[in-house]
């Protein structure tokens, strides 16, 4: 393609229409240079700024070969880098395959033989062309806006992470974007100060910062997740727009009461959370804090099957669903039988006609479980892949999950089931505990769980473990650590609390 560059008066001349990409970035560049478009870490890039920075990049890559609807892998961590490196593929019409950064090197080549891309920037792997995570650009190179190139699939992402091994998932969507028209089901406006915590890779953070930078919105970016650090940015920065995962929204809840009431976050308009089950009570707390119209929530898979949406107020009024099941929507036993209203199965998703991931008119499922009401209410229990049958009981470690993450002490719990001669399986808890509080025994959880399910449901044993137990994208991947513990002694690997059996 030409890399010849057109000039920031012509596009600011432009009036908005649809457009790539790369070239919305630009248009942005050209009618006000020094807005802010990014910052991290107190760090600001202007419109200007960013969008030179991915010109010249966008250069560089045209001359070693990248081309229109070549597949790039970006395997960098948060930051402004992330972003450059994007908008710079879609100025070129390439499509772009985000990768987590922080994975071991046999992860990451699972992911990226998956993707076949024509190039990997941000990591090295053998019989492939890489560039380094500390690449720069020949400096010599123009920095100015280049012609429009429209990638025929703007995105392809990696899927499989918790459910087995990983897939290929192309958007059969063009990066044709409008500037000044953000999709309404996200609820942005171009004025909007945007925080987004999650990992660059994440399809959520992903889509939605990188959107927003096209639509001309301030996008403030997390090196990593701090509930103090995320209370003080949407103070100062007067953030409008939120994106929060339900640990995330813990965190921020567990922090001293004076803390939370003396940050201003009157601004905040909308908080979307997605990405895993929100907790009831966690859910609450917010409508409490800030008001059920700010509160939204997004169920919805990488894979593009189906999705639903629910508000704060609809929320309340039914309490626990993550909103109205798309038509065609069937809950199924593992027979096939479509079943009635309020009995729990598998839920399959029919997509639309038109859907842009190239699904056949046939059923599919995320492997979720759940229900729909007589009101055509959807509601979720759990994977099936993570189902624990204990004594011919189904039980559903997202309930005990949410259950122990309200234990004093406990920020995150993971429930998986390991054998057991006498039941099958029996439900094993592991823990990540607040650094400096007292460790609470194995008697003290299983009282507190008694009190608030059924017997069955109440863990075998608890484990504590040091590392977070979540990724990046807020995901507990229970299959992982359920084969970390089969493939090791039980009584090797488990650190057990006091009064553990």
């Known amino acids: 393609m030409s890399t010849e560059h057109i000039s920031y008066t012509e596009l600011a001349d432009m009036p908005a229409r649809q457009m790539s990409m790369g070239l919305a970035l630009s248009w942005h560049a050209a009618r006000d240079p020094h807005h802010p478009a990014l910052t991290m870490n107190g760090i600001t890039l202007s419109r200007l700024e960013l969008d030179r920075a991915a010109n010249r990049l966008a250069r560089d890559l045209a001359q070693r070969g990248v081309g229109r609807d070549d597949r790039v892998a970006v395997v960098l961590p948060t930051g402004p880098k992330h972003q450059i490196t994007c908008h710079s593929l879609w100025k070129l019409g390439a499509t772009v395959v985000p990768l987590?950064?922080?994975?071991v090197e046999s992860e990451l080549g699972q992911l990226v033989s998956a993707a076949h891309p024509a190039l990997i920037i941000g990591a090295e792997l053998d019989e492939y062309n890489c560039l380094t995570a500390d690449f720069e650009p020949d400096s010599d190179l123009p920095d100015g806006p280049l012609p429009e190139v429209v990638s025929t699939q703007w995105k392809a992402s990696t899927s499989g992470g918790s459910t087995g091994s990983p897939k290929l998932i192309v958007e059969d969507r063009t990066s044709l974007i409008h500037p000044e028209q953000p999709?309404?089901?996200?609820?942005?406006r171009g004025t909007d100060v945007l925080l987004h915590p999650?990992?660059?890779?994440?399809?959520a953070a992903f889509s939605q910062t990188n959107w927003a930078l096209c639509w001309g919105i301030h996008v403030m970016l997390m090196e990593r997740f701090d509930a103090r650090e995320w209370l003080r940015i949407v103070q100062d920065y007067k953030v409008c727009w939120a994106y929060l995962v339900p640990t995330m929204m813990s965190r921020i809840l567990s922090?001293?009461?004076?803390?939370?009431e003396n940050a201003d976050v009157s601004t905040l308009r909308i908080v979307i959370h997605m990405a895993a089950p929100c907790p009831p009570w966690v859910k609450q707390a917010w409508i409490d804090w800030i008001g059920p119209e700010a509160i939204w929530e997004i169920y919805a898979g990488t894979?593009?099957?189906?999705a639903t949406m629910i508000s704060g107020p609809e929320w309340l009024e039914h309490r626990g669903s993550v909103g109205k099941a798309p038509p065609g929507t069937e809950i199924r036993n593992d027979e096939g039988r479509v079943l009635g209203a309020g009995e729990i199965g598998t839920v399959w998703f029919s997509p639309p006609v038109g859907n842009p991931f190239g699904h056949s008119l046939e059923y599919h499922t995320y492997g979720d479980v759940g229900s729909i009401d007589e009101n055509g209410y959807l509601y979720l229990a759990d994977r099936r892949t993570d189902l624990i049958l204990t004594g011919g009981v189904n039980v559903y470690p997202a309930e005990i999950e949410s259950v122990l993450e309200q234990a004093p002490g406990v920020v995150t719990a993971a429930v998986i089931g390991l054998p057991d001669p006498d039941l099958g399986a029996v439900a094993h808890a592991i823990l990540e505990l607040e650094p400096g509080l007292p460790t609470p025994t194995s008697s003290d959880l299983t009282t507190f769980v008694r009190t608030r399910l059924s017997p069955g449901k109440v863990p075998f044993t608890y484990e504590v473990v040091s590392e977070s137990l979540r990724d990046e994208a807020g995901k507990l991947r229970r299959s992982r650590l359920r084969d970390e513990r089969l493939a090791t002694d039980r009584h090797t690997y488990l650190k057990l609390l006091p009064g553990t059996c």
């Not at 987590?100 to 994975?103: Q, S």
């Not at 999709?183 to 942005?188: G, K, N, R, T």
């Not at 999650?198 to 399809?203: E, I, L, R």
């Not at 922090?255 to 939370?260: E, F, I, T």
Request: no cysteine; hydrophobic share 40%; charged share 15%.
């Open 198 to 203: 999650a990992g660059a890779y994440h399809n």
């Open 183 to 188: 999709i309404p089901i996200l609820h942005m």
């Open 100 to 103: 987590p950064a922080r994975v």
């Open 303 to 306: 894979e593009g099957y189906g």
């Open 255 to 260: 922090l001293p009461a004076d803390v939370r």
